[in-house]
C-alpha cells in the first residue's frame, strides 16, 4: 500500500501541545461549575442551555417530535428546519440531498453530517457526496447547528453541520417491536432490544418509492454499548452494518416522456444499486477535575455497486437511436439497450479525535478552553466497467482509481463569561493532503491544501426569556479529489472553497408557551466551486464569486396542557432567501471560460426564494393527530436562468410546490400496544424537485399505518 509523505504543519503541532499543555496550565483554577455526570457522547448543540448558550442558530428535532408527525423520512423530518432544502431522490429518503441556507443541495455535498459527533459520511474530506443515509429511526433526535460554532467540527463548516443522535441504552432490560404497512408496496418492521447498558437494533423496510422499476429495500442493523469504568470514566462502543439491494435508476425524464406518461415513468428494470456500509467507534470519556477529555475513535467501509444504463436523458449509452425516442417521449425497450455501465466504488475511513474542555478563572474572568485534534484517513477505490449486455456484469474496464486523503485538523477555543455576555474567539485548522493513482496508466499525482480558519462568537442574555447572539467566521470545504489532481497525475489550479460568513439574531421565549428563534445571515464567497454531474459531464468544473443572504424564523407553541387531558400545538420553521446570486459567472477551470451562461447578477440554481414547514395538532388523551404543510419556492435549473423548458428535462425554471401531511396516533398510557396512521402528500400533488439528470418527481401520496408493542 503506498502511503503519503506528509508534513505536519506548525499550526497542528501548536494545536497538539495546547491539547495537552492546557490542563497543566488550569488545573488549579476554580471551577464555575460542576461537570453534570454524562454518557460518552459528541454533541452539537446539546441541551437546553446549552442551546442557548450558543453563539449561533441551533435548532433541535426531539423525537417526541418526529413520532407525533410519524416523520417516514429524513428528509421530512429536516424540512421542520429552518434554512434547511432538502430534495428527495427515490421516494424514501436513502440518499436526500440536503442544502442549507441557498446552497445547492446536490448529494449533500455542502453540508456536515455527523453522527454522535463523529463524520458519518464515507469521505468527508476527499469526495463529500452522500449516496446513502441512515434510517430516520436509528436516532432519537436531529442537531442543526449554523454559524461559528461549526468550527468546533469540520472540515465543512460553511452552511450547517447535522449531527443525528442515537439513543442511550437503559440499564433495564425493556424494548420494541415496531410493524408498518401501506401503499406503494411499503412495509417495514424494526424492533429494538436492550438493558444493562447495551442495545441491539434491527429494521428491514422495502417498498416501491416514487417510481416505476424501482423497488428498494434496506436492512440496518446497530449494537451500542456502554461501560462504567468509574464515577468520571466511562466508554461508548457502537457497531453497525447497513445494507441495500435497490432498483434505482440515474436519469430523470425527458419533457415528452413527463407529459406523455407520467411521473411514475422509468423504463430502466434492469438498474441495480447495492450497497454495505460496516463501521464503528468508540468514544471514551475522562474528567479530571475542572477538565474533561473526550476522545472518539472511528472506522467505515463503504461500498457501493451502480449498474446502470442511463446516466442522464442525453447520454448516449444505448445509442443515438435512443436517446432520440426518449426525446420524443416514446416508450424504449432497455433489454435492447446492449449496454450496461458499473460504476464500483470502495471506501475505507478512519480517524481518531481527542476533545478537550476545561473550565477555568484566569485573570478572575470565569472562562472555557476546549481544544480538539483530529487524525483522518481516506482511501478510495473506483472502478468502472462497460458491460456489452443489459445484465452484463464483466465487460471492459475504463476507469480503475485509488484516491487517498489524509487530514490533521483541530481547533482551539476559549469561552470568556462577562456576567450575561459569553465571547467565544475561536480556530479551527485543516491540512489535508491527497493522492490519486490512476492504475490503468500508472500516472500518479499528490496535492495538498491547509487553511487556517478564524471565527468569533457572541451571546448576551439579557433575561431568562431572551437572548441576543451573533457571530461571524470563515468559511472551509475542501475540493474533491478528482478536482485537485486530474486522471493523467496533473495538478489543477484549484483551491478550497472560501467565504465569510455573518449572522445575527434572538432566542426565546414568549408569554411561556411560544418559544422563536429568528436570524438573519449572510454567507459571502470569495471562492465557491460548482460541480455537474460527473456521468452526465454537462457541467464543467467551475468557480465564482456568489453571495447568499435570507432570514429565518421558527416559532414553536405548546398549549397541551390548557385542557384537562390535552389541547392544541402549531409549530413553523420559515426561509426566505431574497438573494442567492452571482457576484461574477462561474468560469471553468479547464479553459477559464464562463459557463452555461453565467453572469453576474444571475440567481443561482437549486437556492428556492422560500421553504416553509407549517404543522398544528391537537392531543386529547390517548390520541394525537395533525396536519403539515412543507412548501417549496420556485428555483432555477441553471446558472442562466432559463425560462423555457428544454426537452431534454434538464433546464427550465421549476415551480414551487406544498405537500400536506397528516398524521394520527394512539398511544394509551395503560397500555404497552400503540398504533399510528399517516398520509404523506394526502392531495396527491405532482410536483418536481430536480433536473440535473432530467426531471425528477417528486413522491406520490404515500398510506402507512403502523403498530408498535413495547415491553
Known sequence: MHVIHRTIYPTALAIAVASLLAPIAVFSAPRSEPLPPELPRVEVVGDDLARREQPGSAQV???????????????????????????????????????????????????????????????????????????????????????????????????????????????????????????????????????AGFALEAMDRAGDAARENQRLRQRDLNAKYVLDLGEDHAVTLKASRLTENSQVTYSGLTEAEYLHFGRRYNPFANDSFEIARDGGSATHRIIFGPATVLTSAYAYRFDRDWWRQSSTTTDTQCGIAFRDARLRGERVDPNGCQSIQGRLRSYETRGIEPRLSVFHGIGGIEQEFEASLRWHREVQQRLQINATSPSGRTGTTVEDNRRETRAISGHLANTFRFGNLLVLPILRFEDVENERFNRLTGRRGSKGIDAVVPGLGLNWSPSEDLTVFAGWHQGFAPPRVEDLIDNAGGSVDLDAEKSRNLEVGLRGRLGGRTSFEAVAFLNDFDRQIAVGSIAGGSTPLAVGETRYAGAELVLDWDGRDLGSTGGPYASAALTWLPTAHQEAPFVAVATGLPVGGSASGKRLPYAPTSTATLRAGWRRGPWDASAELQSVGWQWADFANTVANRPDGQVGRIPGYGVVNVAVNWNPADSAFSAFATVKNILDRAYIVDRTRGILPGTPRQVAVGVQYQF
Open 61 to 195: 428535532l426531539e423525537a417526541e417530535v418526529l413520532r407525533s408527525a410519524r416523520t417516514l423520512s429524513v428528509p421530512e423530518a429536516l424540512r421542520k428546519v429552518s434554512g434547511v432544502n432538502v430534495r428527495d431522490e427515490e421516494g424514501f429518503g436513502l440518499r436526500p440531498n440536503i442544502g442549507i441556507r441557498g446552497l445547492n443541495p446536490t448529494r449533500s455535498t455542502k453540508v456536515l453530517l455527523l453522527e454522535d459527533g463523529i463524520p458519518a459520511g464515507y469521505a468527508p474530506y476527499g469526495d463529500n457526496a452522500s449516496y446513502y443515509h441512515a434510517p430516520l429511526e436509528r436516532y432519537e433526535r436531529i442537531e442543526v447547528l449554523k454559524g461559528v460554532g461549526m468550527l468546533r467540527f469540520g472540515p465543512q463548516t460553511i452552511g450547517g453541520a447535522i449531527n443525528y443522535v442515537t439513543p442511550m441504552p437503559s440499564r433495564e432490560f425493556g424494548g420494541y417491536v415496531q410493524a408498518v404497512g401501506g401503499n406503494l408496496g411499503y412495509h417495514s418492521l424494526r424492533t429494538r432490544v436492550g438493558g
